[in-house]
């Protein structure tokens, strides 16, 4: 099933496949890379274990309490460019199964780029409660009580000071002999923050990556950089959708509430705010972009299909109201509804009512839409609505947190009995949000990424660089600076890139032992 929260809290934008349930959208994660299989050398011609090999380190199921004992955390390693006395890039992709990231081992990322240039080794690890990754074998609600932003940063931390990494000496490497290097991106960009903020110290130097710094619960500013940079015509006849629809609504107009859904398919949809969501997941298809993005993908169909009549292209202000409802309603029912449900039905496939199904009972783990909802019902929000009066909606104003707190008791009733408020206030107190400051960590951003607005960069804040908290920004889309490619084909991308390498170099250079 394809779930409206976590379309409001996953991303579909690397799940390509029409598969009903795994339409992941909208979640601050990376794009996977997997490296090749095989063994590979190192530059003097030494063999080195395939990347794909998976390792164990026994991590602590509860920081505050190690006498519950320890659990089976993966992680993967390449020590291709590694010579002694270099640095450990050490990086969690996040909110994912890791075992699609390897490719973050490798010099087609900024992880590889760094361990190349600095003669480096380069670890992944798997974040718990997500991939194989699991303290217990379920993720109920009493499993993932030990699901916290704390318990993730002490995972880092822990393993970077226990681990005996399986390398020529990689007993030898820990913090106080070895700098280490923590590297994030999204989600994880945020955590390589408030690890630094929280247990300074440990990584000598930190890469964030759009970095979700700032926890926020209405974060209807998800949809600004969209709005900003989609095609103009494409925007302004989203907009008189949007407004239509928050129209009829406001009048109760059910007859032609359901005349508009009918248009989309989508009149067995029981709920208009259900209707509302799906909606959105057109909007979510602008996070699978990048630099080198053809004109084929989804995002792109779905304009041309609003824009392009007759074999011409709307002026700026679009084609108008009936036509984009005529437009968009066809999109979803000659090509998109098939990409997002297949062949299920439009209530069990976008209905969010129905508490029964598996989508919200199953504690089955290796499940990431459930390990994210946890956190994000608990600490993060982020919650993708519609917009204050007063801005640009491309998205339903029906649409507000309490449309998805409400769906927290859906998933996890033994936890929340009414709907509840992340604690957002508490997690931006505790790791200092947008007010982080640290020594020696990179912050890289991208003018044209949904999350850009919880980063350092975000319109709402002016936060300075400088040069031992540097803050650059890109032209690119979400995490964009992360794959050597987007350098490329991007100067303004090559710019950070190159930029990051700069003060990694110019840091290890000053880097002493502790011991």
Known sequence: MVRPFVVAALLAAYALAAVPGAMLRGIPALPP????????????????????????FNQLIDHTNPGLGTFQQRYWMSWEYYKPGGPIIFMTPGEVNAQDYTGYLTNATINGL?????????????????????PYPNLSSQSLAVLTIQ???????????????????????????????????SYSGALTSWTMVNQPGIFYAGYSSSGVVEAITDYWAYFKPIQEYMPQNCSADVQSVIAYLDGLYAANDTHGLQELKSAFGLGGLSHIDDFANALENNLFDWQALQPDTGPGAMFFQFCDAIEVKNG???????????NAIQAWGGFWNSTYYQYVCGDIDAETCLGTYNTSQSYWTSTAVNNNARSWTWMVCNQVGYYQ???????????????????????????????????????VVQVDEDYEGWGVEVDRLFFANGQRDPWREATVSSDFIYKAST????????????????????GVVDATIANVQSAALGYMKTWLAGWTPST
């Open 385 to 423: 609505d519609g917009p204050p009066v007063g801005q640009p909606a491309i998205v339903s104003r029906i649409l507000t947190p309490e449309y998805f707190e409400r769906q927290c008791v859906n998933m996890f009733p033994q936890k929340f009995s009414s709907p509840p408020q992340p604690a």
């Open 33 to 56: 890379i997997s490296a090749p299989e095989g063994p590979r050398t190192t530059p003097n011609g030494t063999a080195v274990p395939s990347i794909d090999t998976v390792y164990i």
């Open 312 to 322: 011409q292209i709307a002026g700026p202000s679009g084609w108008g109201l009936e």
């Open 151 to 185: 318990q993730a940063i002490d995972d880092l931390v822990y393993f970077s000071q226990q681990a005996n990494l399986p390398m020529p000496g990689g007993d030898d490497v820990k913090p106080n002999t070895t700098p280490w290097i923590l590297v994030g991106g």
């Open 114 to 134: 760094i361990a190349q240039q600095q003669n480096g080794a380069a670890v992944i690890i798997e974040h718990r409660f997500f991939g194989l990754s699991n």
């Open 467 to 486: 040069d031992t908290q540097p803050i650059y920004v890109g032209d690119g889309f979400h995490c964009s600076d992360m794959i050597t490619e987007n």
